[in-house]
């Protein structure tokens, strides 16, 4: 079994799963399923052993890992995962429909995919890292599961919208009117989300019709932060005598008022009564002040009938002239008010009592106006023409230069800008350019994970502590050399590689180095993290007597890396003689005694 995980245009190569954990996720009210979220975490290689794509030995990991590392921990590039040649996961995988750059800003369903660790936990050298990487992404798979019979390419289905779930709540007030208020929540899927596509742009769908003789009282929208979600509530109010269009409220008064004080002569009629009307009509925004001025006028002329006096100052049954009034425009809040004061004649001329039955017939007249006649209701529709852009953000990464989301333009000729995406990637070198020279037959094969090597040299003095027989309490003691000085060497080392077996250091090293035992320790064959490479794994200790004890006054050979193009013996992997140095360790004299 051969796995890969190709994050944008890296790819970590012999990759062991340790964890995918596949979760639903639903909306805030546990009914909808909007998309799958995968944990993802792998064991995975880095080597210069390995090959881009364009056939050149990539970087060695030392030198690139503050590369590797944002790259690795940057949000919204394609993830695939693919195990024996088939994609496990491929997220977003519109990003190749679409033409993107998979290094670019590509997201899945809900903004990501989201990086979230980068571990390097095993480093062999500079060569080779063993790293572990944690992601997480958002899938749908109804939308993988759709296929062009023609092309046989994916494609997303072309709803948007993952989720809209709402709720009402009624009131009925003491006038048996009812106020609605309806507060929902819409999802918007990621992937197809983009600054000129917001969840505001689709208001005409998600809210509620209004029945007749209702009247949209308020609308309010919420688009959160991450451009996914939208949060409306929306209030409705039911009423008595519907709004005329374009009017978004009247207040209408018709007062009356008669009596002794109004039971004057005026030739021969009496029963005189005096009128007070006062109406209010507040506009829609951009509702014309004339047309305000029609409707208030309108709703005046609903309870008073004007005539003109009669000859020789009489007046006519059933007359009405007007004594004063007042127009009030406010233009700031689109609003008008007129008040008028009238009086008026009882409809027939021989009725004297001043009671309000001869003017009863002027209450609860119709006003003649279509939207009121035809109960209409009032309804300043979605408004997504106003504001359907205003919330159009990008998702910025962290070398962005642009960190705010575009405001919404001025003019109709200013563009909304765009994100811009700075990817830094390592580029590739040649034997001649690379800066750490590695043997290139170990960087054209399969790649070692793990290579030691611990060397240890003993010089034997051969020299013994003599107590001396004394009552002295510092006397001196004294020393015997029974021979001449012999030194040891003993080299520890071992090795794992993938894929191919290693190469082992061979015990002859030289003939001032006379082998006196070896012992080796094969280990196990397993398999790489992949599960599918072979891990050759082998230790071994080998033990030398040197010819010539060793010598502090001569420069002293030590092991070269196994991997370099330095060989054991270059005069450059030496413990120089200079190197050693006086007084470091402290002065000859014994612990408690005074130096000379």
């Known amino acids: 079994m051969h796995s890969t995980v190709q994050y944008g245009t890296e790819t970590l190569r012999m990759v062991k799963t340790l964890k995918m954990r596949q979760e639903t996720i639903y909306d805030s009210s546990g009914t909808d399923k909007l998309y799958t979220k995968i944990n993802l975490v792998v064991q995975g290689v880095m080597s210069a052993c390995f090959e881009d794509e364009n056939g050149y030995n990539v970087e060695a990991p030392a030198k690139q890992v503050p590369n590797q590392r944002e790259y690795w921990l940057t949000p919204r590039r394609r993830l695939q995962y693919t195990v024996d040649g088939h994609k496990i996961i491929d997220s977003p995988w519109h990003s190749q429909l679409a033409g993107q750059v998979a290094s670019g800003n590509s997201r899945d369903e809900n903004n990501g995919p989201k990086p979230i660790r980068f571990d390097v936990i095993k480093l062999d050298g500079g060569k080779t890292f063993i790293v572990e990487w944690e992601v997480e992404t958002w899938i749908n798979e109804c939308d993988a599961k759709y296929v062009f019979p023609s092309s046989g390419i994916r494609k997303p289905k072309a709803d948007p919208v993952l989720s809209n779930r709402w709720e009402m709540k009624e009131n009925i007030g003491t006038d048996y009117l009812s106020t609605r208020t309806i507060t929902g929540v819409l999802v918007m899927s990621g992937i197809m989300n983009s600054p000129n596509v917001s969840p505001d742009s689709f208001r005409n769908v998600i809210f509620p019709p209004l029945p007749d003789g209702w009247k949209r009282e308020s609308i309010d929208v919420t688009v959160a932060k991450d451009n996914l979600r939208l949060t409306y509530t929306v209030i409705d109010k039911q009423l008595h005598i519907p709004m005329p269009k374009p009017a978004v409220d009247i207040s ?129 529709g979605t408004r997504a023409d106003y504001t359907a852009f205003i919330f159009g953000q990008f998702l910025s990464g962290p070398c962005d230069s642009n960190k705010s989301p575009p405001y919404p333009a001025s003019t109709k000729s200013e563009k909304t800008p765009k994100a811009r995406v700075t990817v830094r990637r390592p580029y590739p070198y040649d034997d001649n350019t690379s800066p750490n020279k590695y043997d290139k037959k170990q960087t054209d094969e399969m790649p070692y994970i793990g290579y030691s090597i611990d060397v240890r040299i003993s010089k034997d003095m051969n020299t013994f502590q003599l107590p001396v027989g004394s009552s002295e309490k510092n006397a001196e003691c004294r020393f015997a050399s029974v021979a001449a000085p012999v030194s040891k060497k003993i080299v520890n080392w071992s090795v794992a590689r993938a894929g191919k077996h290693p190469d082992l250091p061979d015990p002859d090293v030289g003939e001032d180095h006379v082998l006196l035992n070896v012992v080796i320790s094969p280990a196990v064959t397993t398999l790489a993290p992949d599960g599918n490479t072979e891990r050759f794994s082998i230790s071994g200790t080998y033990t030398y007597g040197l010819r010539k004890p060793l010598d502090f006054t001569k420069d002293i050979p030590v092991a070269s890396w196994p991997l370099s193009e330095s060989k054991f013996g270059d005069k450059t992997n030496v413990i120089k003689k200079d190197q050693w140095k006086k007084n470091i360790i402290g002065r000859g004299s014994s612990p408690g005694s005074a130096a000379n």
């Not at 009489?314 to 007007?322: L, M, P």
């Not at 233009?331 to 021989?350: G, H, R, V, Y």
């Not at 279509?370 to 109960?375: F, K, L, M, S």
Request: glycine share 8%; net charge positive.
């Open 252 to 380: 209408f008064t018709y007062r009356q008022v008669w009596g002794k004080a109004n039971a004057f002569s005026f030739g021969e009629q009496t029963g005189i009564m005096d009128n007070d009307l006062s109406v209010r009509v507040k506009g829609e925004k951009g509702a014309k002040m004339k047309d305000l001025l029609q409707i208030a006028v309108k709703c005046l002329f609903s309870r008073m009938k004007l005539t003109p006096i009669g000859k020789a100052g009489k007046v006519k049954a059933n007359g009405e002239w007007i004594e004063s009034g007042s127009i009030t425009e406010r233009p700031w809040e689109n609003e008008i008010a007129i008040e008028l004061k009238t009086k008026s004649s009882p409809p027939n001329k021989n009725i004297k009592d001043l009671g309000m039955t001869a003017y009863s017939h002027r209450l609860g007249a119709i006003i003649d106006i279509p939207d009121i006649i035809n109960n209409k209701a009032r309804d300043p």
